[in-house]
């Protein structure tokens, strides 16, 4: 069975960094498309930050420059660096991947979180100013 796990969450402060990890087992993170999703309070879940297979990101605008997605095919471990944390990043952080072999997500679903079909269960993120 495909498991994701995600680690790291914390709570820090305005202009602080965390890396959040999703570690996958029954999944190799080298062959799909996995992505980082969050969802506030009474928000919509959110897409982060997306990788495909090749190692090629994709980012939301409000994160551009300030967070990095990647993975380690070694590890089979995904990553979120997070640096320049503000209060709005306030959020549970998920970690997702789309199972499908030979499945093409295209670049423009890959923020949508239809387009994944396993999640993990997520890891809280707080930031105070």
């Known amino acids: 069975d495909v498991q994701l796990v995600e680690s790291g969450g914390g709570s820090v402060q305005v202009g602080g960094s965390l890396t959040l990890s999703c570690e996958a087992s029954?999944?190799?993170?080298?062959?799909?498309?996995m992505a980082w999703f969050r969802q506030a309070p009474g928000k919509e879940r959110e897409g982060v930050a997306a990788?495909?297979?090749?190692?090629?990101?994709t980012c939301t605008y409000s994160v551009k420059d300030r967070f990095t997605i990647s993975k380690d095919n070694v590890k089979n471990t995904l990553y979120l660096q997070m640096n320049s944390l503000e209060v709005e990043d306030t959020a549970m952080y998920y970690c997702?991947?789309?199972?499908?072999?030979?499945?093409?997500?295209?670049?423009?679903?890959?923020?949508?979180?239809?387009?994944?079909?396993?999640w993990g269960r997520g890891t809280q993120v707080t930031v105070s100013s």
């Open positions: 997702a991947a789309e199972l499908r072999p030979d499945y093409v997500l295209q670049v423009r679903n890959r923020l949508r979180p239809n387009g994944y079909n396993r």
């Open positions: 990788i495909d297979t090749a190692g090629m990101p």
């Open positions: 029954g999944y190799s993170v080298s062959k799909g498309y």
